[in-house]
């Protein structure tokens, strides 16, 4: 069969990379192309487009970009029509995908969505169109499904990828010793997220909470393909260290996070570590966005345990005194514990037995026999 897989970020990607390794274990003569990145282009997806070209992030930056993210839905169109797949897979990126569902369904193509977009979280009604215009959903957080259950609709949960990520991670032994990072002071990972604008908000707090702690060893899990520049004021300290594209490794010798809110979050948790989780965005984006949440909270840890487990920290809150603060209840302190028990509580909800791309490959491909 002819698969078409849309996914237009980092994260996507590499679920879809994943996802097209194992349909191909379910359907030996799949043949693939999308938008997507490297970990797509690797599992033989013939990419139409790198993800890289079309990444923007909030509000603002949207609406300024809005001509040129026509331009590409016009050629994902183009293409879609040109190619011919059996099977358009939508994943996350929700703005672009919900768009090109729309297209798809008067096109007459079948249309799934695997990791759909956050609607849950605001314009809830959003929901009514996604059911219209895609065969099967394929969601990855347990309340998910009761979610959509409010609409009259039966979805898949297939488990959560981000788990199978964590779970099939290989620890590299000599990391401490490789990065330079043998002492006696705890670590404690921070991780200011993948895009841009996250990075220029946040990282100023998170200098100064590096600066006002030096007993603390403070290493940033950094990203190789964004500007150095957007690191200098964490650069500067003595008692801050790098590491590039190895965010897993980092969290296995952590003692605690300091986390931007975003799938890091969870990926913190399930490796068992205590975080702060924090966020800042723009100021008309903060305005935007507190309007339509419908949420009460911003991490996938909290949401998932639909609780409190961790501390969030937004916008002005997310200082250094409060950020220190958690920092030191999460060391050495009365939170420790706390937060971890609440994290195995997480592992237990979203544990299927079996990995989110498999179990998404296989029903996928048996729907398709339909």
């Known amino acids: ?104 369904r008067k096109q007459g193509f079948r249309v799934f969505y695997y990791i759909p977009p956050k609607v849950w979280a605001w314009y809830q009604g959003r929901a009514w169109e996604i059911k219209a215009n895609v065969d099967r959903l394929f969601v990855i957080l347990p309340f998910e499904k009761e979610f959509y259950k409010r609409f009259d609709w039966d979805v898949d949960y297939v488990g959560n990828p981000v788990l199978d990520a964590v779970r099939a991670h290989q620890p590299d ?56 520049a957007l690191y200098a004021d964490l650069r500067a300290l003595t008692n801050v260290s790098f590491v590039n594209n190895k965010t897993y490794d980092l969290l296995l010798h952590s003692r605690a996070a300091v986390v931007t809110s975003g799938t890091a979050t969870l990926e913190t948790a399930l490796f068992h570590v205590p975080q702060v989780v924090v966020y800042r965005a723009s100021f008309i984006s903060y305005l935007l966005a507190k309007m339509v949440i419908k949420v009460p909270y911003i991490s996938l840890v909290n949401l998932i345990a639909g609780r409190e487990v961790v501390k969030e920290l937004i916008q002005g809150e997310a200082n250094e005194s409060a950020i220190s603060s958690e920092l030191s209840r999460l060391i050495d302190g009365d939170r420790r514990q706390v937060v971890k028990e609440g994290y195995r509580e997480i592992v237990r909800l979203l544990d299927t037995g079996s990995s989110a791309s498999e179990n998404a490959a296989k029903l996928m491909v048996y729907y398709m026999s339909q």
């Open 173 to 228: 032994e000599a990391f401490l010793e490789r990065e330079n990072l043998v002492g006696e002071k705890p670590i404690v990972a921070l991780l200011p997220g993948s895009r841009r604008q996250e990075l220029e908000l946040i990282i100023p707090a998170m200098a100064d909470v590096a600066r006002k702690n030096p007993m603390y060893r403070f290493v940033v899990a950094s990203i190789d393909n964004l500007n150095p």
């Open 1 to 104: 069969m002819r698969y078409y897989i849309i996914a237009g970020e980092r994260s996507g990607d590499l679920h879809g990379g994943n996802l097209a390794k194992a349909l191909r274990k379910y359907d030996p003569k799949a043949v693939f192309r999308g938008f997507g990145g490297e970990y797509m282009d690797e599992a033989g997806v013939e990419l139409a487009v790198h993800y890289g070209e079309m990444a923007f992030m909030g509000m603002t930056e949207l609406l300024a970009n809005l001509r040129k993210i026509s331009r590409y839905i016009r050629k994902c169109k183009r293409d879609i029509h040109q190619y011919k797949p059996d099977v358009i897979i939508l994943i996350d990126y929700g703005g672009f995908n919900r768009r090109i569902a729309r297209y798809a």
